[in-house]
């Protein structure tokens, strides 16, 4: 079986996902949430020791049991409801938002049992599921008739859910991310059904799978919906956008369009069009959560603002309203400049927390702006028509931002006593004290951001992957051609089969985005990362620089900018070193197996013909010589005075076996050689060259055996217990002197101490 096959057995089958039962799952983990969790608890104090073996892991085991795909969605279904109920009951936010991380922290944990399985993780995250999946008819009726489901629900996935509902530390975990890795890269590839997309196109939906570049068609207009490239052609169609818009303002016509500000308008619909699908796809919520959809919606605001001037003062000839109009246009520039340069630095931790600080500061200034109003109001009343309503404003907003001058130089112009009091007061509380607290609010929520700087980008990043695997026909349509789909697709997608209306919607991809498809299939065929024909371009030019950095060091000019020592570390690696002389360095040594052996005086007490005299009288004297010598030289022949032979070679050489014992004479089974670590563990260095018959050998090993016996007898046993005797002795003495200094303070009378000293 190969692996396509294998992929293919492990991958879920739509028809798998289809009977997965999903309702059973919410009620009850928000049963057990809910029994386990009664008080606020922090992240901190929830991903505890204690916590997770007594509530987390219990929990995760339970749920893992089924073996449930569904379970990491429904732990969001739970968690968005805790977050909504915390929204609602202010009393209890804090055991709300407890439970609402907890679901989190169980669906981090139930996704790792998924983990084993690439093709099943990935199902567990993007399959869709829909929470009525497995209800009784009777539920799901009365759900519907509670929220009005008209049968238009589209299914969401565990990524959006958590999105939705915020996870950013799920999001932000290793096992969510190389998911989120291989769907921006096109890694991995599946399509999703929405029954609200602008132009639905589900004819042939694709199940997970692994995308294979060899297997794949060379045009495939799949690729264009992969993330990667996805973000590619956003910023090429953004800065044509950019450019349109350039020459619109710098070439307008109050009387009439001329073609550029035609081409910008084609543009800015098709971007506008774009946008549109994309919050209709994911829906608004998953929409404004990227940061930069913020941008795009303010540009396409300001764009319906020309556009409807624009048209008024061409209709009506009013050249006023087509002069504001182009100068409404204008402002778009403090957006598309930014948009375009924040695509080369979207990982700052200063963009990241921009969108958070804008927040913060819009909502400070509007509570700023309510509380302010009456004096707004007490002013104007006091002016007596001296002052307009939009004249005092424009002065609060002055001193609001720190002219504190006008405050005291109008006071009198409002009235002779209350208004030096009221500006004055108004000043000291807007440019003192709010402004202090704005300042403070915002570098908090810098500070939090820049905490979690890592985590905050991770969340962006799922956002933006998830949001560029979209269904919608139109995405496969680079502006401004994606209107020409709508156009012509959109009044055929109503008469059309589904079958005639994929492949002319195929066609239409293939005709208008024909060069970027080749771009694509060249790209992912030879010079993405894996590719035989990129690795060898790229030793290729490693080699190059080598040589050329090599001869450049011999340029006297250049010596006086130094060298690198790191250079000579990265040639080490360069070089293959074969593996022979790695094993060589670590290769055991034959002759310093038998080395432990030798501090027992067992060579002695063998009787073998032609060896030296019984050691009853040099036993001790040769024990401690052996033990004394280096192991080198006692097993390398050194002398038995100690003196090491002067042929000794620093290198190990194998010794050369006798003749006799390398063949077997008696038709056995020879089991050891003369050199082998079991006639070593008998026989001795010298022993092993003079024995010449298996008898021999056999008597040999029996008085090795019963040598041994006889050094175990005289092992230090009973030093030891008289060392272990010495120290309870000391023992005792050092409480006895414990009682004697300590007898004064518990009133004693040093009786105690009199007993043990006679007893010692």
Not at 523 to 538: D, H, P
């Amino acid at each position: 079986m190969d692996e396509e096959q294998t992929r293919q057995l492990l991958s879920p089958t739509p028809e798998h996902l289809a009977s997965v039962r999903v309702f059973p799952l919410i009620p009850g983990i928000k049963k057990d949430v809910v029994k386990n969790i009664d008080t606020a608890l922090s992240w901190d104090q929830l991903t505890a020791s204690d916590i997770n073996f007594a509530i987390v892991r219990p929990l995760v085991f339970k749920y893992a049991k089924p073996d449930n795909m569904a379970v990491v969605y429904a732990c969001f279904v739970v968690r968005s409801h805790f977050l909504s109920e915390a929204a609602e009951n202010i009393a209890y936010s804090g055991v709300m938002h407890s439970r609402a991380s907890l679901c989190e922290i169980l669906a981090m944990k139930l996704l790792g049992t998924f983990a084993s399985n690439r093709l099943r993780l990935v199902a567990v995250l993007t399959a869709g599921w829909s929470p009525l999946a497995g209800a009784p008819p009777d539920i799901i009726n009365e759900v519907r008739e509670i929220v009005g489901d008209d049968e238009t629900f589209d299914p969401q996935c565990a990524l959006e859910m958590a999105i939705a509902t915020g996870a950013k530390a799920f999001l932000s975990s290793p096992v969510v991310q190389t998911v989120v890795n291989d769907l921006y890269a096109g890694r991995v590839v599946f399509s999703m059904r929405s029954s609200h997309s602008v132009l639905a196109d589900n004819y042939k939906p694709r199940a997970i799978e692994v995308y294979d570049c060899r297997k794949a068609p060379f045009l495939d207009h799949y690729r264009l919906r992969v993330p990667k490239y996805g973000a590619i052609l956003d910023f090429i169609n953004f800065a044509l956008l950019l450019t349109s818009f350039l020459l619109c303002l710098s070439s307008r016509n109050l009387n009439k369009m001329n073609p550029f500000e035609i081409i910008f308008v084609i543009f800015a619909t098709a971007f506008t069009l774009a946008e549109y699908t994309s919050s209709k796809e994911h829906g608004w919520g998953i929409y404004i959560a990227n940061m930069w959809n913020v941008f795009d919606t303010s540009f396409i605001i300001i764009f319906f603002t020309y556009l409807a001037l624009r048209i008024k003062g061409l209709i009506c000839h009013d050249l006023n309203s087509s002069d504001l109009a182009f100068d409404i246009l204008a402002c778009g520039a403090c957006i598309l400049f930014p948009r375009l340069a924040f695509f080369a630095v979207s990982n700052n931790v200063v963009v990241l927390a921009l969108r958070a600080m804008i927040a913060d500061f819009v909502f400070f200034i509007g509570i700023a702006a309510i509380c302010f109003s009456g004096l707004l109001f007490t002013l104007h009343s006091l002016a007596s028509g001296t002052w307009t309503v939009k004249k005092i404003a424009w002065l609060m907003v002055q001193i609001w931002f720190g002219n504190t001058y006008l405050s005291f130089a109008q006071a009198e112009s409002f009235h002779p006593f209350f208004g030096p009091i009221l500006m004055t007061g108004f000043a000291a509380l807007s440019n003192t004290l709010l402004l202090t607290i704005l300042i403070s609010i915002l570098s908090n929520t810098f500070a939090r951001i820049d905490t979690n700087a890592k985590q905050e980008y991770l969340f962006q990043y799922a956002l933006s992957t998830i949001e560029g695997v979209k269904s919608d026909a139109l995405f496969s349509y680079q502006p401004p051609f994606n209107l020409l789909a709508f156009i012509i697709l959109r009044p055929l997608s109503f008469v059309l089969s589904p079958r005639a209306l994929h492949s002319a919607n195929v066609f239409l991809i293939k005709l208008t985005s024909f060069p970027t498809l080749i771009v694509i299939g060249v790209y992912e065929r030879f010079l993405a990362e894996g590719q035989k024909w990129r690795e060898s371009r790229t030793d290729a030019v490693h080699n190059l620089y080598a040589n050329l950095t090599r001869r450049m060091k011999n340029i006297p000019l250049l010596d006086l900018l130094g060298s690198s020592s790191t250079e000579i570390y990265d040639a080490i690696f360069d070089v293959d070193l074969p593996q022979d002389d790695v094993d060589d360095l670590f290769e055991e040594r034959d002759d310093d197996v038998a080395t432990p052996l030798l501090s027992f005086p067992s060579r002695e007490s063998l009787h073998v013909p032609n060896s030296s005299p019984p050691p009853s009288s040099r036993q001790e004297p040769l024990r401690r010589r052996h033990a004394s010598l280096p192991h080198e030289q006692i097993n390398r022949g050194g002398s038995r005075h100690g003196a090491p032979s002067p042929s000794l070679s620093p290198r190990p050489r194998k010794a050369t076996l006798p003749g006799p014992l390398l063949t077997s004479t008696s038709g056995e089974i020879q089991t050891g050689g003369p050199r082998s670590p079991l006639s070593r563990l008998y026989l001795g260095a010298r022993d092993t060259e003079r024995v010449t018959s298996p008898s021999s050998v056999a008597e040999a090993s029996i008085k090795k055996v019963e040598a041994l016996l006889d050094d175990v007898r005289h092992l230090p046993v009973n030093r030891l217990k008289d060392e272990m005797k010495e120290l309870q002795d000391r023992q005792a003495r050092i409480e006895n002197l414990l009682l004697m200094l300590t007898r004064g303070m518990r009133n004693d009378t040093g009786q105690h101490s009199t007993i043990r000293q006679e007893t010692m």
